[in-house]
């Protein structure tokens, strides 16, 4: 079945390091691919997405772009802030599932230290 | 005022009690969903619903059930608690417009807990 991995956390990073978080997903056809954010006390916050192969999303200083090829959708930010600290989720969604709903990553845990 | 609320925000309850965590939303969605997140585990879909008519089990329905009162309002129960229920339970909506129709937005999410 479709499912999605993503790099274990907890990853800790001192402010103004480069980020990157790693997901690769399996699924049939050509699902939409999700960042979620969590903060702590919170619920999910969409982050970005992607809806096909080559897209780009993006929003506050994160990227991903959706790669067919290699079936991944990595997660990057040029500088973190200690503010970026929160579990973040990458998932899809299926378009052969008449559900539309989204399956998701364990998450990943960031940690920024001033 | 937040568009997806859940209530309680936290509750601690008791094996074989019977327990309802409500959710309500103002975005005018007709697609709702209940997931529970466990540690490790990320967030897994218990029922769906995609009108007050329709109702679906999702991966993990066992011990739970649902109702969709109206459009805006559907209630999670567990009909008799346990304790490997203890988790976080999330509330999520979605519209049926082509460009969102798979985006979810989800509520603050409510902590139980079974002892």
């Known amino acids: 079945g479709d499912s999605v991995t993503q790099m274990e956390g907890p990853v800790t990073l001192s402010e103004e390091a480069f980020l990157t978080i790693n997901c690769t997903y399996t699924?049939?056809?050509?699902?939409?691919l999700f960042w979620y954010v969590q903060y702590p006390g919170e619920g999910l916050q969409l982050l970005l997405k992607a809806t096909k192969a080559d897209d780009k999303g993006s929003n506050k200083g994160f990227e991903a772009t959706y790669r067919k090829e290699t079936t991944s959708f990595h997660l990057e930010k040029g500088s973190v802030q200690v503010s970026d600290s929160a579990v973040y989720f990458c998932a899809l969604s299926a378009p052969v599932d008449s559900s539309y709903k989204l399956i998701f990553g364990s998450g990943t845990r960031l940690l920024v230290r001033p | 005022d937040a568009d997806v609320t859940q209530t309680p925000r936290n509750r601690i309850t008791k094996t074989g009690k019977r327990i309802m965590l409500e959710c309500s939303q103002t975005?005018?969605?007709?697609?709702m969903y209940w997931y529970r997140q466990d540690p490790g585990l990320g967030l897994r879909l218990i029922y769906y619903?995609?009108?007050?008519?329709?109702?679906n089990k999702g991966e993990i329905s066992d011990g739970y059930s649902v109702s969709r009162q109206a459009q805006a309002k559907f209630s999670l129960s567990l009909e008799s608690a346990i304790p490997n229920q203890t988790a976080l339970y999330f509330c999520?909506?979605?519209?049926?417009?082509?460009?969102?129709?798979?985006?979810?937005?989800f509520g603050p999410g409510t902590r139980l807990t079974v002892l």
């Open positions: 999520a909506t979605s519209g049926t417009g082509t460009s969102s129709y798979n985006e979810q937005f």
């Open positions: 699924a049939t056809g050509y699902p939409s």
């Open positions: 619903s995609f009108d007050v008519k329709d109702i």
């Open positions: 975005k005018g969605h007709d697609r």
